[in-house]
């Protein structure tokens, strides 16, 4: 793990938790949401990635990572629709966070892929997974049960199961890609080259998620919404800020030599969430949340040792 991967992987996480925070406060997140989200993140790295002069050369088995990709991450962004309609972000948001830890690590170590991880990474990414877990029971009310955000979690446990699929597929989807396209770009600008990789991925991802909205948008009770949306400035914003969080972990990418590496730094968001809520929401400041940023701190910590 390098300072410049993990210098690109905090600006991103920073950025991560702003388009995240938009999403929550435009009221409902929905396919009609993300179909404009994906929108704006497209016109957003296209206006980077023309610069490249790759966007009309890319060859098929570039782009056949980035339809992957795309597809996974829409993947995602249904899950979190499902999760944040039947349980409360403050339970859901941590889970969907720590489960692409253990799947990616699971997947990438099953499949041979990367660098094997040394067993202080191994055992950082299994803190990591453990304090993201942990905090999920640490959010809502002092006085609420713990039967009661175990069932609150399980009525939102689909949801969460397929966002994170969907983190760790299209993770693993895009560490090929990009890496193929950084190959074969050669000395093209790095940056150029994230956005001209991730301008392939948003457009199929935009307008397969319009398809949806256009032909199942009434059928899943959102009829109505678009023009609804179109108005607010939330989902464009969103795009925006999420397309230059994604262009970094696409450079972050091709620094590491295992990207669960990528995977389990992104984890950072869930700290520095919890630090501007105990400062400016003015967050109550509970043991076991604590706690569980202690493990997540000491897992990344454990991660970058040799």
């Known amino acids: 793990m390098t300072a410049t991967a993990f210098i690109f992987i905090f600006i991103s996480l920073l950025l991560h938790s702003l388009w995240h925070f938009l999403c929550k406060s435009s009221g409902k997140a929905s396919i009609t949401f993300f179909a404009i989200f994906s929108t704006a993140l497209f016109f ?3 206006s980077i ?19 992957l990709g795309a597809f996974f991450g829409i993947v995602h962004e249904v899950g979190l629709i499902w999760a944040y309609r039947n349980s409360d972000i403050s339970l859901a948001y941590p889970m969907t966070r720590a ?18 991880l040394s067993l202080w990474a191994t055992g950082g990414m299994l803190l990591i997974f453990i304090g993201c877990f942990s905090m999920s029971f640490s959010g809502g009310s002092l006085h609420e049960s713990w039967q009661n955000k175990i069932i609150a979690i399980r009525k939102g446990l689909l949801g ?3 966002a994170a699929i969907g983190t760790s597929g299209y993770t693993i989807a895009d560490s090929f890609g990009i890496r193929s396209i950084m190959e074969f770009a ?16 948003e457009i ?27 108005k607010t400035p939330q989902p464009y914003l969103a795009g925006v800020f999420a397309g230059l969080a994604y262009l970094l972990i696409l450079m972050a990418m091709n620094y590491v ?17 919890a630090v501007l809520g105990f400062v400016i929401l003015k967050e109550k400041v509970t043991i076991l949340r604590i706690i569980s940023l202690a493990l997540i701190m000491a897992g990344l910590i454990m991660c970058v040792i040799k």
Not at 49 to 67: D, E, N, R
Not at 99 to 116: Q, S, Y
Not at 257 to 273: D, E, G, K, T, Y
Request: hydrophobic share 50%.
């Open 49 to 67: 990635g023309v610069w490249s002069g790759l966007l009309f050369k890319i060859p098929w088995h570039i782009y056949k990572f980035a339809m």
């Open 204 to 230: 199929t991802a935009a307008v397969v998620l319009w398809n949806i909205a256009a032909f199942f948008g009434s059928r899943i009770g959102e009829k109505g919404s678009c023009r609804e949306l179109i």
């Open 99 to 116: 489960l692409p830890v253990l799947f990616t690590f699971v997947m990438t170590a099953l499949l041979g892929w990367g660098k094997t």
């Open 186 to 201: 050669g000395n093209t600008n790095r940056i150029l080259t994230a956005a001209a990789y991730s301008t392939c991925r």
């Open 257 to 273: 030599s295992n990207v669960s590496f990528v995977q389990a730094f992104q984890q950072l968001s869930l700290p520095v969430s």
């Open 44 to 46: 957003t790295v296209s």
């Open 160 to 162: 969460i199961v397929i």
